[in-house]
């Protein structure tokens, strides 16, 4: 028997943590605001590569999985981003898949700022395999030899300011759908937000405070914290910072320390490390740990000094 695989997925329920396998959480997402929002498609003003990969709760049986690879691109002359991805979550026996295409339309708002609308369609796998060696059908009928495949297709919406100040929000799965077994939840509409700045502090240091907000299955999370780059520009965008160093605080007892660098002008790494505290430190005392890694080429580059992310030429028609 593998009666162990069915913890996980039990315990998590419990704690809420983790409502449907389409919601992955990931840290590293102030660095690729797309994977959730798709509003912030082509937001870097390039052709950029991204790559996600998040272990939680190392050392428990069955732990959560997630990796993520997106690509998006920002033409200039349709002043559009495009998007595409490819995520897969595992928990136990329960596994997803998505692929995703994104769109984002980008409006001037006077010389220094934008807003930007996005759109985003995809198709969604969810599955489930629970084999007669991984329970003692007798000990609970309910968990009884099962397997299930389904496929639905869904939309995100979302929208992207970008000047001074970023604020941006996404609604995404539009269309809902009931739960598929016991275990898996109904798939239903969330809610996020967020809002960044970043400041120079000195010649050699700027800072980025960063909070956002989400609403997910009955169960409000607020994040905050700050990322403080080091011998940087002051556009985040021109990835002229050659390290960074985060820390991140959530409502619901855990935290979280970001790492990173520039390896070159093109490709970026970076690293996380969570920890929940009180209840949620007894799933694992060895936390979770997720990569980041991304590589950008045909860069824009901007002529206003004082906006690097905006040229006194966009959005001219």
């Known amino acids: 028997m593998r009666f162990k695989y069915l913890i996980l997925p039990v315990v998590i329920f419990f704690y809420g943590t983790v409502k449907s396998q389409s919601d992955f959480d990931l840290s590293q997402r102030w660095f690729n605001e797309s994977i959730y929002n798709p509003g912030a498609t082509g937001s870097s003003f390039s052709t950029g590569v991204f790559f996600h990969s ?148 000195s010649d050699g240091m700027s800072l980025e405070p960063v909070v956002s907000y989400m609403y997910r299955d009955n169960i409000n999370r607020i994040e905050g914290g700050v990322i403080v780059y080091f011998l940087k520009s002051l556009s985040r965008g021109s990835y002229n910072d050659r390290f960074w160093l985060g820390g991140m605080y959530r409502l619901n007892k855990q935290f979280a320390v970001l790492v990173g660098a520039n390896l070159t002008s093109k490709i970026r790494l970076g690293y996380s490390f969570d920890y929940g505290t009180g209840d949620l430190a007894s799933i694992s005392k060895m936390g979770t740990h997720e990569l980041f890694l991304s590589w950008h080429f045909n860069r824009i580059f901007y002529k206003d000094p004082d906006c690097p992310a905006y040229r006194k030429s966009y959005g001219r028609r």
């Open 54 to 201: 998040r272990m939680q709760w190392i050392g428990t049986d069955g732990a959560p999985v997630t990796n993520a690879v997106s690509v998006d691109t920002y033409v200039d002359d349709m002043r559009s981003g495009f998007g595409l991805a490819v995520y897969t979550d595992k928990i136990g026996y329960m596994s997803s898949w998505s692929a995703k295409f994104a769109y984002a339309y980008y409006i001037r708002i006077g010389d220094k700022s934008s807003l930007a609308l996005g759109l985003s369609g995809y198709l969604q796998n969810r599955n489930s395999h629970i084999s007669p060696d991984m329970l003692d059908q007798s000990a609970d009928p309910a968990l009884s030899y099962s397997k299930f495949n389904e496929y639905n297709p869904n939309f995100d919406f979302g929208l992207e300011f970008k000047g001074p100040l970023k604020i941006g929000a996404s609604v995404r799965h539009l269309l809902k759908y009931e739960a598929v077994n016991s275990f898996f939840t109904a798939q239903s509409m969330n809610f996020w937000s967020y809002a960044s700045s970043r400041f120079n502090v």
